[in-house]
């Protein structure tokens, strides 16, 4: 912690998935700081009333952990088509996060989920919601501060979950939806359709109302994402799938 906050414009390395990419297109830093032997960030905790995941803790870990299955069978279906096998023992959920690409896999997973982050540095600790981490694409508010651990309350839900992309492994996501619905109404988020990780908040807003309908979806869609066109996809296909997406959640959650 001392040392990220003498050098700020150090880079925090543990799996190296990210971080391998960004120094093709960044040349320039300041140099690394390996944490990848920080074993005390490696963990995942049954509490009374949370999930807590250590920062570190690799995809893979995540994937094969029984109280992950029983408990958050929503981000468990996330981590089974994260990347490869080989990419998810070395990815770690914290890295994931802090990359703050709007394609990563889990952070509209952990957002449904309702899920904080606990924060370090020579000041202490605080735990904020991981949406307010987010402030732009590949930008979050992280000062001097490294993420220690994630918090995911158990609460009861149903879900879905679906990415679509070039192949069902190995690929960054065109576009993905995840959903929960609680007893106090719907979260949803998605990946590939914002700047950055956010929750859908006019949609959700439409689907706790109980009036709801394909034009009341659409009109809420088209408040709550703003897709880029890219040469992966353009922004009508991934406007056109998320609503796909989100009739087919619908059907599900309303069986």
Not at 18 to 29: F, G, H, M, N, P
């Amino acid at each position: 912690m001392q040392l990220l906050s003498e050098h700020p414009d150090l880079l925090l390395m543990c799996g190296n998935t990210d971080v391998a990419v960004r120094l093709k297109k960044q040349k320039e830093i300041g140099g690394i700081i390996d944490i990848s032997h920080l074993d005390e960030f490696c963990y995942i905790k049954r509490e009374p009333e949370t999930i807590r995941i250590g920062a570190l803790t690799t995809i893979s870990d995540i994937l094969d952990d029984e109280k992950v299955q029983r408990y958050l069978p929503l981000l468990a279906a996330a981590c089974g088509v994260f990347a490869s096998r080989q990419i998810r023992n070395l990815a770690t959920l914290g890295g994931n996060i802090a990359n703050a690409s709007p394609a990563a896999d889990l952070s509209a997973v952990l957002l449904v989920l309702h899920a904080t982050v606990t924060l370090g540095s020579v000041e202490g600790e605080k735990c904020v919601a991981l949406e307010d981490l987010f402030c732009g694409y590949k930008c979050t508010k992280l000062d001097h501060e490294m993420i220690l651990s994630i918090n995911i309350p158990l609460q009861e839900h149903k879900w879905y979950y679906r990415k679509t992309g070039a192949r069902e492994r190995l690929n960054i996501s065109k576009v993905s939806l995840a959903v929960a619905k609680y007893s106090g109404g719907y979260a949803v988020s998605g990946t590939s359709l914002n700047p950055y990780a956010v929750r859908f908040r006019h949609l959700e807003e439409v689907l706790n109302s109980g009036s709801v309908s394909d034009e009341k979806i659409e009109k809420a869609l088209a408040e709550d994402i703003s897709p880029s066109g890219s040469f992966r996809s353009t922004r009508e296909y991934r406007m056109r799938v998320a609503f796909n997406m989100l009739k087919e959640a619908m059907a599900k959650l309303e069986a």
